[in-house]
């Protein structure tokens, strides 16, 4: 059997305005090292049922970025194989799409 051991442990719950309540973390993924090799570390990104996304160095526990998608639940996150590029998806039926180096969203996909 082998035994597992916890790198870090962080809490990104954000009290719901309306509710009081957490909110809990529905979706999560490891940023993928570069197409050229280069290790990135262990970085996740997560996003709350709120609309919060944050991306966090798993080792240390340190928040390195965070954003909002305002009056969004967001259901699902991904990279791009080459981890150049993150997608969200939600409530809103939007699918928007970030540039992993500006964090800026490059398309709104509107169905």
Same mark, same amino acid.
């Given at each position: 059997m082998v035994k597992s051991t916890k790198i870090s442990q962080f809490n990104t719950n954000i009290k719901d =305005?309306?509710?009081?309540?957490?909110?809990?973390?529905?979706?999560?993924?490891?940023?993928?090292?570069?197409?050229?090799?280069?290790?990135?570390?262990?970085?996740?990104?997560?996003?709350?049922?709120?609309?919060?996304?944050? =991306?966090?160095?798993?080792?240390?526990?340190? =928040?390195?970025?965070s954003h909002s998608e305002p009056d969004n639940q967001i259901f699902a996150i991904d990279y791009c194989h080459d981890g150049s590029l993150f997608a969200t998806a939600g409530r809103d039926n939007v699918i928007r799409i970030y540039d992993e180096v500006t964090k800026k969203t490059s398309h709104n996909l509107k169905g």
């Open positions: =305005q309306e509710s009081n309540m957490d909110t809990p973390v529905n979706a999560m993924r490891w940023r993928p090292n570069s197409e050229k090799g280069e290790f990135i570390g262990a970085v996740l990104l997560t996003a709350n049922t709120n609309g919060k996304l944050f =991306q966090i160095n798993a080792k240390n526990g340190k =928040q390195l970025w």
